[in-house]
């Protein structure tokens, strides 16, 4: 079984968390049952960047990382506290521990800015939210990432993203990574997509 591990901060959105727990979920029943989700956040209770409270599975603190195969992060709101845990020493060490073993990270939007601060970004390339009014590209590059201004970039083992609208397409990536071309279609076309 391979483990992914779904990092929640405090003011994530929640659709961008959802697309993992439901394309690895898809998979693990109607797929090749090869995957599992698990829920991690800092806090025993997690407010979504629009009043959505979740119960994260387990606690930062009582997880072994070396049970995972990889990290998938959903972005999430500057306004909903989202950076205070993602900037966390603790969720850097997170992103350093995975990227250290090149294991597989996948971040929708600005969860790639996350990635960016822990410092395995630096001369990578790389996207984030690109919206013509946003500066969030602006503030992945100065973290020294080759910035490219596309849905989705693949920089060897990290996957990222730039905007909530590509959730399902970096969680089919991270599915196809962790298990084939082949039964991520058939995945895709059971789940409608095809």
Known sequence: MK?????????FEAVEASVFTDVLGWNKWEGD???????????PQLQCTWNFSVTPEMLLED??????DALAIPGGFEEAGF????FSEKFQQVIQYFNDRKKPIAAICVASLM????????????TTYN?????????????DV??????????????????????????????ETLT?????NRVKELMGFE
């Open 3 to 11: 483990k992914t591990l779904l990092l929640l901060a405090n003011g």
């Open 33 to 43: 049952g090869s995957t599992e989700v698990v829920t991690v956040g800092m806090w």
């Open 63 to 68: 997880i072994d990382l070396d049970d995972f």
């Open 83 to 86: 950076y205070k845990d993602a």
């Open 115 to 126: 990635i960016a601060h822990s410092g395995v970004l630096k001369n990578r390339r790389a």
């Open 131 to 143: 919206h013509p009014t946003s500066k969030r590209l602006k503030q992945l590059e100065q973290y």
């Open 146 to 175: 080759e910035v490219v201004n596309e849905r989705i970039v693949v920089d060897d083992n990290i996957i990222t993203s730039s905007n909530p609208g590509t959730g399902f397409d970096v969680a089919f990536k991270l599915l």
């Open 180 to 184: 084939s071309s082949d039964n991520t």
